[in-house]
């Protein structure tokens, strides 16, 4: 079988990376091992422009966001499922001084397509503590990532471009024209292997720094109807059930759920939220994060024919469709990737 792309793991970033692929004409073999645990299954999947405890905007933030949207919508057209759910979040203020600075920011050119409103007042009192008011945020919400994922997936099967097995690195031959595995001969290679890049032979140099985090499923007679985010995410979900997250550990690397990250998780939500709530679930997922928090894209550096698409850490549903686009572009055109992304920038490492 002769292919353009042999596609390394089906997450967020192989989901997404080959729908770009196959949308620009080219044939794919997805080699993924469904049963094997990963973030994608168990993200909070949520999109966010301003973020952090200083409030910004997320890096390149512009660029993603306009490109985010349109991308899901037709993916999800095509598959004939919704995963991606628009949904303002509130953000309460901490502080007088607080909202006195983003009555500020709202006039910022910058800030502006981002901010649906001001509150100067408690706006969702009956909700979460804002005494000082909160600020609306707009062109956000969350994917449902494993929806996307489970629906591709599918997708793949039916056309026939899926195998379902653990990628075996001893089977895969480089040669002039490409690479060979297993009588499947491709142009190139591309690994979306999430955290399992720490034991890729052509990537195991990149300093990827895999982050542990939880979530928890809370149930509330609550009808909520935003998403709240300060100190902890509470996404609504349906039947009044809410997703609440996330932690960060990057000690304990594994997909094991804690009492320590349940109690974290409770009591950063009491913190915030005034409505009660009873625990369902918990789930605990692996990011493949990066040391300097920005994707690995780019060319192996000895080896054309191989190709890594990784390291999209805690915002992968909002940085994969812009660079999935990108580092397609860049294989075909030779177009330029982004500096920041590009793994020539770690080339000393290797």
Same mark, same amino acid.
């Given at each position: 079988?002769?292919?353009?792309?042999?596609?390394?793991?089906?997450?967020?970033?192989?989901?997404? =990376?080959?729908?770009?692929?196959?949308?620009?004409?080219?044939?794919?073999?997805?080699?993924?091992?469904?049963?094997?645990?990963?973030?994608?299954?168990?993200? +909070?999947?949520?999109?966010? /422009?301003?973020?952090?405890?200083?409030?910004?905007?997320?890096?390149? &933030?512009?660029?993603?966001?306009?490109?985010?949207? /349109?991308?899901?919508?037709?993916?999800?057209?095509?598959? +004939?499922?919704?995963?991606?759910?628009?949904? @303002?979040?509130?953000?309460?203020?901490?502080?007088?001084?607080?909202?006195?600075?983003?009555?500020?920011?709202?006039?910022?050119?910058?800030?502006? /397509?981002?901010?649906?409103?001001?509150?100067?007042? @408690?706006?969702?009192?009956?909700?979460?503590?804002?005494?000082?008011?909160?600020?609306?945020?707009?062109? &956000?919400?969350?994917?449902?990532?494993?929806?996307?994922?489970? $629906?591709?997936?599918?997708?793949?099967?039916?056309?026939?471009?899926?195998?379902?097995?653990?990628?075996?690195? $001893?089977?895969?031959?480089?040669?002039?024209? +490409?690479?060979?595995?297993?009588?499947?001969? $491709?142009?190139?290679?591309?690994? &979306?292997?999430?955290?399992?890049?720490?034991?890729?032979?052509?990537?195991?140099?990149? /300093?990827?720094? @895999?982050?542990? +985090?939880?979530?928890?499923?809370?149930?509330?007679?609550?009808?909520?109807?935003?998403?709240?985010?300060?100190?902890?995410?509470?996404? @609504? =979900?349906?039947?009044?059930?809410?997703?609440?997250?996330?932690?960060?550990?990057?000690?304990?690397?594994?997909?094991?759920?804690?009492?320590?990250?349940?109690?974290?998780?409770?009591?950063? =939500?009491?913190?915030?939220?005034?409505?009660?709530?009873?625990?369902?679930?918990?789930?605990?997922?692996?990011?493949?994060?990066?040391?300097?928090?920005?994707?690995?894209?780019?060319?192996?550096?000895?080896?054309?024919?191989?190709?890594?698409?990784?390291?999209?850490?805690?915002?992968?549903?909002?940085?994969?469709?812009?660079?999935?686009?990108?580092?397609?572009?860049?294989?075909?055109?030779?177009?330029?990737?982004?500096?920041?992304?590009?793994?020539?920038?770690?080339?000393?490492?290797?």
């Amino acid at each position: 079988m002769h292919v353009d792309y042999l596609i390394i793991g089906q997450g967020i970033a192989g989901t997404v =990376l080959c729908e770009h692929l196959i949308k620009a004409g080219k044939s794919v073999i997805v080699i993924d091992e469904s049963t094997l645990s990963n973030s994608s299954k168990v993200a +909070g999947g949520l999109y966010n /422009p301003i973020t952090g405890r200083k409030m910004v905007k997320t890096w390149n &933030c512009d660029a993603l966001f306009n490109y985010l949207t /349109p991308f899901y919508r037709a993916l999800e057209v095509k598959l +004939g499922e919704r995963f991606l759910i628009e949904k @303002p979040i509130y953000r309460p203020f901490m502080s007088t001084e607080e909202l006195n600075e983003w009555m500020g920011k709202s006039a910022e050119s910058i800030y502006q /397509p981002y901010i649906g409103e001001i509150k100067d007042k @408690p706006a969702y009192a009956n909700h979460v503590k804002d005494q000082f008011g909160g600020i609306i945020l707009k062109q &956000c919400g969350y994917v449902d990532t494993a929806t996307m994922v489970s $629906a591709y997936r599918d997708y793949l099967k039916i056309n026939h471009l899926y195998k379902s097995e653990a990628f075996d690195y $001893a089977k895969l031959v480089l040669t002039d024209r +490409g690479v060979e595995y297993e009588g499947i001969h $491709a142009k190139k290679v591309i690994f &979306c292997d999430g955290k399992f890049s720490q034991s890729n032979p052509f990537f195991d140099w990149l /300093p990827l720094r @895999p982050v542990k +985090g939880e979530l928890l499923f809370v149930k509330t007679k609550t009808k909520i109807e935003v998403i709240y985010n300060r100190g902890v995410f509470v996404i @609504p =979900l349906s039947n009044r059930i809410c997703k609440v997250g996330a932690t960060y550990d990057h000690e304990n690397v594994n997909e094991n759920i804690t009492s320590k990250a349940e109690n974290e998780l409770r009591r950063r =939500l009491k913190q915030l939220a005034v409505f009660d709530f009873e625990v369902i679930d918990q789930k605990a997922g692996v990011r493949p994060a990066t040391k300097d928090r920005k994707p690995f894209v780019g060319i192996h550096p000895k080896h054309s024919q191989v190709v890594v698409f990784n390291g999209l850490g805690a915002k992968g549903v909002s940085l994969a469709p812009f660079y999935a686009n990108q580092l397609t572009n860049h294989l075909e055109f030779g177009d330029h990737l982004d500096s920041e992304v590009n793994i020539e920038r770690f080339f000393s490492l290797f």
